[in-house]
């Protein structure tokens, strides 16, 4: 027996693409504007919403015989804060001046309203494993457009990539520098992020025309 049936590969696939979360459900839109300026921290936040949301998916399925429907809500908020200082205690151990800057948004990840979805429309109606896929393809969804966004907003308004220097020194005027360009300061603030996904979503609703809403 195969490990992933068709429908369950589906549930991996579909969050990428045409049923992302940002750019066709549009959730997780703050944290897109506010920690996208460093791919560094998108990466980060990548990761930590991928594992609070995977395993909080799974707590969740396990618990949903047994959570009274009346304190649902506050049995979810439970289980995704504990992940979540879970995430900023590693953070803190390992990567601490990152911790620093994502303090702030590591907390909201408690609100993130893609987790608090997944567990109410998917994690307390399925099993653990299918949970499971689930939050994994809806994080990994999250996850690459942060990612992309990230890319661009550093690489456009910084010059670098994970710090790096790409595009040659600004101040000495070597590689791309050398020829008159100049970083674009707009790129690392946030109201250029919902310029990147705007982008993102007008490529992916041109591909697909299936996915642009009928007025």
Do not use: H
């Not at 506010?34 to 990761?47: F, G, Q, Y």
């Not at 494993?129 to 910084?158: A, M, T």
């Not at 705007?198 to 009928?214: C, F, K, M, T």
């Amino acid at each position: 027996m195969a490990l992933l049936t068709k429908k369950d590969a589906s549930l991996i696939t579909d969050p990428l693409a045409d049923n992302n979360p940002i750019t066709i459900q549009v959730l997780g839109i703050c944290s897109a504007l506010a920690i996208t300026a460093e791919l560094k921290a998108s990466i980060v936040m990548a990761v930590a919403v991928m594992f609070v949301l995977g395993l909080g998916n799974v707590v969740i399925s396990l618990m949903r015989n047994i959570i009274p429907s009346k304190i649902r809500i506050i049995v979810q908020l439970i289980v995704v804060a504990t992940l979540v200082i879970v995430v900023d205690q590693v953070l803190k151990a390992f990567a601490y001046e990152l911790s620093k800057t994502l303090s702030v948004f590591v907390g909201l990840i408690i609100t993130n309203c893609i987790i608090m979805g997944r567990f109410e429309a998917f994690a307390l109606a399925n099993g653990p494993w299918r949970s499971f896929l689930d939050g994994i393809g809806n994080s990994l969804g999250y996850g690459v457009i942060l990612i992309i966004v990230g890319f661009f907003r550093e690489l456009l308004g910084s010059g670098t990539l994970l710090g790096y220097k790409v595009l040659g020194d600004p101040i000495a005027k070597t590689g791309l520098y050398a020829t008159g360009y100049e970083n674009n300061g707009f790129m690392i603030i946030p109201p250029a992020a919902l310029i990147v996904v705007g982008i993102i979503i007008w490529v992916q609703r041109s591909r697909n025309p299936a996915l642009v809403e009928d007025n």
